[in-house]
């Protein structure tokens, strides 16, 4: 039988390791936390860093479209402002950017003219919703969202009356969309809508034509109902050959459309681009979008411009 005093010797020794393993443990979760915190502070700084490279990198999608309107009025995917910012150091930073040119997209806030809901523009909406897939009702839900008054101008409009009845309520806005992402508070939009939408559609301040140099096929399919998709393609081509320098060109070409739909709905400039940048820092990225306007040219002709374009709106994520 073994001794007590070697008993309590073993119990002693079991109890200090046990000790010893506890302490090494809280040691080790206190470091990890630790690491996890310094870790967490870098990132922030390095994000903060980031956020301040967004600024110059946004200045130069502005100088591109400075550039573009010493230019004059045209506006085509042939330019320089076209081929985007490749990825270029800033103190250690990398950055990218992208133009759009979002004249050349379906603007839904034309889908109201004048506090009314504007038929024409309904109706190449909905074209463009049914070459998408997309259920073309949702056209009088956005029309509801932007009119002034509270009746459903539509099936699948949307007014308070709606809006009110959800769990969580609210009102319809009754105004202009300023971002797509409004479109989430529309009835029938989700999110995986939205991303169908955005290659095609913007959210524009002014009433706004199509560009034809720069639109996406769709939306010259939904704009011209009449032709047929081997006349688009023709279309397409011939802009990436030629772009069309003026309304009269785009008429000689479109011998079928009516002159007065190319003056209403067509242009071949445009005044509204987003702007979509990346900024990568350390294990940190910044993303930012924006929407900017460019200054037009005197009398809408080539020349000297001193005014840079405006920044519409600026969303950091």
Do not use: C
Not at 65 to 82: C, E, H, M, Y
Not at 144 to 162: H, K, L, V, Y
């Amino acid at each position: 039988m073994m001794p007590r005093s070697m008993k309590q010797h073993g119990v002693a020794i079991i109890t200090a390791l046990l000790v010893v393993m506890l302490a090494a443990s809280i040691a080790a979760f206190m470091l990890a936390q630790q690491s996890q915190a310094l870790t967490r502070t870098e990132r922030a700084a390095e994000r903060a860093q980031a956020t301040l490279y967004a600024a110059p990198t946004l200045d130069w999608a502005r100088s591109a479209l400075f550039q573009l309107q010493k230019s004059g009025p045209r506006v085509d995917l042939t330019q320089p402002w076209a081929q985007g910012l490749n990825a270029i150091p800033i103190d250690g930073a990398i950055a990218s950017g992208a133009l759009r040119d979002d004249g050349g997209l379906f603007n839904l806030n034309n889908l109201v003219k004048l506090g009314v809901k504007s038929e024409a523009d309904v109706l190449l909406f909905t074209r463009l919703l049914k070459q998408l897939k997309l259920n073309p009702a949702l056209a009088y839900a956005v029309v509801d969202w932007i009119d002034s008054d509270d009746e459903t101008s539509g099936s699948g409009g949307a007014e308070n009356s709606t809006y009110l009845s959800l769990p969580n309520p609210y009102r319809a806005a009754n105004q202009n969309l300023v971002q797509l992402e409004e479109l989430a508070r529309v009835r029938g939009f989700d999110a995986a809508t939205i991303i169908r939408l955005r290659p095609f559609v913007t959210a524009l301040p002014l009433r706004t034509p199509v560009n034809i140099n720069t639109a996406p096929q769709e939306v010259l399919t939904a704009l011209f109902p009449t032709m047929a998709e081997d006349e688009i393609t023709a279309l397409v081509q011939r802009r990436q050959a030629k772009p069309f320098a003026d309304k009269a060109a785009v008429k000689e070409f479109l011998k079928k459309i009516p002159p007065g739909t190319i003056d209403e709905n067509i242009d071949t400039g445009s005044a509204f681009f987003s702007v979509y940048l990346a900024i990568g820092n350390g294990g940190s990225q910044v993303r930012q979008s924006a929407l900017l306007q460019r200054a037009p040219t005197e009398g809408g002709a080539p020349g000297v411009v001193t005014k840079w374009p405006s920044i519409i709106w600026v969303k950091t994520d």
